[in-house]
């Protein structure tokens, strides 16, 4: 039972990440923010900076309360006896979360700011540079998060205190959706909150009942 009591605040704080996370996702619009030319999406970020604003704060709260969730986890799977699958997963969760933070802040100032230029009919020269940087700071986030839910359910595996099931589940869609990202550059395996699901099923199991 103490592990029990020991393990809730970690499931709560991984749902809370995706639920954070979704209140800022849900109002993405892909026919403003993902058309082809990069001048189309400056022009819509310039017209809709509110949403613009509240997508990714959200989505940066979001982050941010999934991987405590995570470092929580990490030492209730030390008390276990989980001492190396765990902190691994946790340490790649949390590089990937510092350099898709580091993406947002980029969408939130520079990005805002070339926004401005475009209204005016100028696209920035240093900005599609700065567009990549963005996009590969969130490719290796969203890849990192991958092989953290394959490392996550092999802590469970080897703990021994969630079930075989959802051990194995980690382990091979994680294994398979980051391998399915580089290999589609992305594609159905893109969207951020891919990134949250695998916690967020944990964190269930965890206030269900270890």
Avoid at 66 to 74: E, I, P, S
Avoid at 111 to 131: F, L, N, R, T
Avoid at 152 to 167: E, H, K, N, Q, Y
Wanted: charged residues 10%; contains cysteine; aromatic residues 12%.
């Amino acid at each position: 039972m103490a592990m029990v009591s020991e393990a809730k605040p970690s499931g709560w704080i991984l749902c809370a990440g995706l639920v954070v996370f979704m209140v800022g996702a849900v109002l993405w619009r892909p026919s403003w923010f993902e058309t082809q030319r990069l001048s189309d999406q400056l022009k819509n970020v310039a017209a809709h900076p509110a949403v613009w604003t509240w997508i990714h704060v959200w989505m940066a709260a979001g982050v941010v309360l999934t991987t405590a969730g995570l470092a929580v986890w990490a030492d209730v799977q030390r008390q276990a006896g989980e001492r190396l699958a765990t902190p691994i997963a946790f340490t790649m969760y949390l590089i990937g979360a510092v350099f898709w933070l580091v993406a947002i802040a980029l969408r939130l100032t520079v990005h805002e700011w070339a926004a401005s230029q475009a209204v005016q009919g100028v696209v920035p020269d240093v900005y599609p540079s700065i567009h990549r940087l963005s996009g590969l700071l969130y490719a290796v986030h969203m890849v990192l998060a991958y092989l953290s839910f394959a490392a996550l359910g092999a802590g469970v595996l080897r703990s021994g205190i969630l079930g075989r099931g959802l051990g194995w589940t980690g382990v091979a869609g994680g294994g398979a959706f980051a391998l399915g990202f580089l290999a589609l550059r992305g594609g159905p395996f893109a969207p951020p909150f891919i990134a949250h699901v695998y916690t967020f099923v944990l964190g269930v199991k965890i206030l269900r009942g270890l």
